[in-house]
Every structure is written in C-alpha cells, then in structure tokens.
C-alpha cells in the first residue's frame, strides 16, 4: 500500500508539474486563427483599456506576441500560452540598424502599436520623439529618410536627393532594382544627360501610404514625345523617346533598368538621318554642327557642363554651327557654311 501511495504522488506531481506555466496543447480540431483563438477569446481580443489605451484592432497577433504565435496564427509548441501573463515582445531600440528591416517592409503595421499618427498609440512609445531627437522631426515627409541621400531638413525641391544611392532596405549597388540607374535618370553623376524629372517614370507619392513594395510606373510627355506608348517589363524600359525609340540606329533602345548606355545605344554614332553619314561629315567631331552640346574632339561625347547636359535628350534637334554659316531648322538646310567652300544654300 505504501508503494501504492508513493505512484500516486509521483504521478500527480507529474501532472501537475507538467500544467503550470506550459502552453496549452494546441487544439488539432479547429482548422483557422480565428476558430482556434476565438473559442477563448476575441480574434484579435476586444479592444479592452492597456494602460491608457485600447488592444489594437489587430488580427497579426505575432507582431507583439512573438514568443507566442507564429506569424501564421499557431501557437508556438511549448511557448508561453496561458502562463497567466500577458506575454509581449518588443523590437529592439532603436529599431533595426538604419531602418533597413522589417519596419520599411510594411511601416503599416507600426501603426498598430505605435498609433496612425505614429504618437505612441497602445505602445506609449512614440516613433516621431525618437525621429526628432536625432534630427528627423520631418521623417514622415522627408523622403530621403527611408532612400536616397538622407538629409534633415530636405524639401521637396530637392527631389533628386530622394532617388537611391541606398535603397529603402540599404541596397547600394546599381545592379541591384532598388538602385538601379535612379541618379543617372536625375542627372546625378551623369555625362550623357542633365536628367529628368521623377514624374517622367512614375507618380511621387504624397504621403506613406506607398509603403507597400510597389511602384506606380506613369511615363511623362518627354518619355511619350512622338505619340508613344512607353512600358516597363522583366527589368527594362521600352518604347521611350528617351532611349531612341523615334530615332534611327540605336543598338540598345531597350536597356536593362541595371545597366548602362552610351552613345550608340539610342541612336547611330553617328545617326543615320539625313547627311549624318556623309563622309565628309563623319570625318568632323560632332560639335561642328552641335557646338552647345557636343565635345570637340573626334569622339562622340557630352560637353561636362550642365548647359550641355541639359540640351541633351531634351526632346529636341539643338543645332548651333562653331563655324561661319547658317542653319535653319524649319527648312532643313544651311547656307553660306565655311566648311563647304563655296556659298549658297545645301539641304539637309
């Protein structure tokens, strides 16, 4: 009989060791979230008082019950489930080094802590008193906070500095999508062009809601100049005035959103319009007829000064002779040009 007492004790001790602060077995019968969860409490709970606040209305629970739930809903075997504590997990402070995680992947969810206004909601942790106490009070209409040059203090008519050098999750190398040729597109390091405006690609957002990994492609007039219809697919542009599509001989009117062009690509070097090909003409540097854009020497190239940039894939023909002569753009000719040796009027 003792050694029947004895079992007994061993085998409550057992039970009882092995219900007090474990996780409850995990139902096998019910087969969603919310049917599981819901059979003890709200999918997300009521939205009680939390200190001063409300639960927020969240169905995502792992974001603060990450020692708890897995980011499919299911408890965590041997995990901290009705413990008799209200188990939260918090990230790390500051959150992730240069905000280059998780809090840029979807800045949505901060909110459901933090609160829409980013004050401190439920959390009492507010994300706009970190930002401001190293000098990003701005951050949520900075845009260059989250990609770009980061700079405090920048406006909207800095634009360009918003276009990646870093990516929204610290991407810095242009053969990577998030980088790409974005400073070469606003004349950031760019001998070919002075660039173009953001809205020539796609819509500049206003606000943070476009924070869902996406963006909203929408060429502009200089990109559809000529009646076309540009596009974007499998990591290239096409059908652009900017790359040659209405001009001849380009070898590369598509190019890789990752790579590079140069002189040739979007149109012959030299074009193959009109007397371009003559070869007296081939023979001449490309600033005896451009001299506002083009280098004088024999190679083909882009003067490294902004006025010249800017008279580059501007949406126009820029004549401008550096010898004695006359060039009339409506009439496609030119009259009394020293290089002809004898006066009088040549068509184009």
């Given at each position: 009989?003792?050694?029947?007492?004895?079992?007994?004790?061993?085998?409550?001790?057992?039970?009882l060791?092995?219900?007090?602060?474990?996780?409850?077995?995990?139902?096998?019968?019910?087969?969603?979230?919310a049917d599981?969860?819901?059979?003890?409490?709200?999918?997300?709970?009521?939205p009680?008082?939390?200190?001063?606040?409300?639960?927020?209305?969240?169905?995502?629970?792992?974001?603060?019950h990450?020692?708890?739930v897995?980011?499919?809903?299911n408890?965590?075997?041997?995990?901290?489930?009705?413990?008799?504590?209200?188990?939260?997990?918090?990230?790390?402070?500051?959150?992730?080094?240069?905000?280059?995680g998780?809090?840029?992947?979807?800045?949505?969810?901060?909110?459901?802590?933090?609160?829409?206004?980013?004050?401190?909601?439920?959390?009492?942790?507010?994300?706009?008193?970190?930002?401001?106490?190293?000098?990003?009070?701005?951050?949520?209409?900075?845009?260059?906070?989250?990609?770009?040059?980061?700079?405090?203090?920048?406006?909207?008519?800095?634009l360009?500095?918003?276009?990646?050098?870093?990516?929204?999750?610290?991407?810095?190398?242009?053969?990577q999508?998030?980088?790409?040729?974005?400073?070469?597109?606003?004349?950031?390091?760019?001998?070919?062009s002075?660039?173009?405006a953001?809205?020539?690609?796609?819509?500049?957002p206003?606000?943070?809601?476009?924070?869902?990994?996406?963006?909203?492609?929408?060429?502009?007039a200089?990109?559809?100049?000529?009646?076309l219809?540009?596009?974007?697919?499998?990591?290239?542009?096409?059908?652009?005035?900017?790359?040659?599509?209405?001009?001849?001989?380009g070898?590369n009117?598509?190019?890789?959103?990752?790579g590079?062009?140069?002189?040739?690509?979007?149109?012959?070097?030299?074009?193959?319009?009109?007397?371009?090909?003559?070869?007296?003409?081939?023979?001449?540097?490309?600033?005896?007829?451009?001299a506002q854009?083009?280098?004088?020497?024999?190679?083909?190239g882009?003067?490294?000064?902004?006025?010249?940039r800017?008279?580059?894939?501007?949406?126009?023909?820029?004549v401008?002779?550096?010898v004695a002569?006359?060039?009339?753009?409506?009439?496609?000719?030119?009259?009394?040009?020293?290089c002809?040796?004898?006066?009088?009027v040549?068509?184009?």
């Open positions: 009989m003792r050694s029947i007492g004895v079992a007994a004790l061993a085998l409550a001790a057992a039970v060791g092995s219900g007090c602060n474990d996780a409850r077995p995990v139902e096998t019968g019910a087969v969603t979230a599981r969860c819901s059979a003890c409490h709200g999918f997300p709970p009521p009680f008082v939390m200190g001063g606040q409300t639960h927020p209305a969240s169905t995502s629970c792992s974001l603060c990450a020692d708890t897995d980011p499919g809903g408890l965590i075997p041997g995990g901290p489930h009705l413990n008799g504590k209200v188990d939260v997990t918090s990230h790390p402070m500051p959150y992730v080094a240069d905000h280059t998780p809090a840029l992947a979807d800045l949505n969810a901060c909110t459901l802590c933090h609160g829409t206004d980013y004050a401190g909601g439920a959390s009492g942790v507010s994300c706009n008193a970190c930002h401001s106490s190293f000098g990003f009070a701005d951050w949520r209409t900075n845009c260059t906070f989250c990609h770009g040059t980061r700079t405090p203090g920048w406006t909207a008519s800095s360009p500095l918003a276009a990646p050098p870093r990516g929204a999750h610290g991407e810095t190398l242009p053969s999508p998030q980088v790409g040729a974005h400073r070469k597109h606003v004349g950031i390091g760019s001998t070919i002075d660039g173009v953001c809205t020539e690609c796609h819509t500049v206003a606000d943070l809601a476009h924070l869902d990994g996406r963006v909203t492609l929408t060429f502009g200089l990109a559809q100049q000529g009646g219809l540009p596009g974007y697919a499998a990591g290239s542009c096409s059908a652009t005035y900017c790359h040659g599509t209405t001009l001849v001989g070898a009117t598509t190019p890789s959103w990752t590079t062009v140069s002189c040739g690509d979007c149109h012959g070097s030299p074009p193959l319009t009109g007397q371009h090909g003559f070869s007296v003409h081939v023979a001449q540097p490309c600033s005896r007829c451009h854009v083009a280098t004088a020497t024999a190679l083909p882009i003067q490294d000064l902004p006025a010249a800017a008279l580059h894939v501007n949406g126009q023909k820029d401008s002779l550096s002569g006359t060039w009339d753009g409506t009439a496609k000719t030119c009259s009394n040009v020293a002809h040796g004898t006066p009088g040549r068509n184009w």
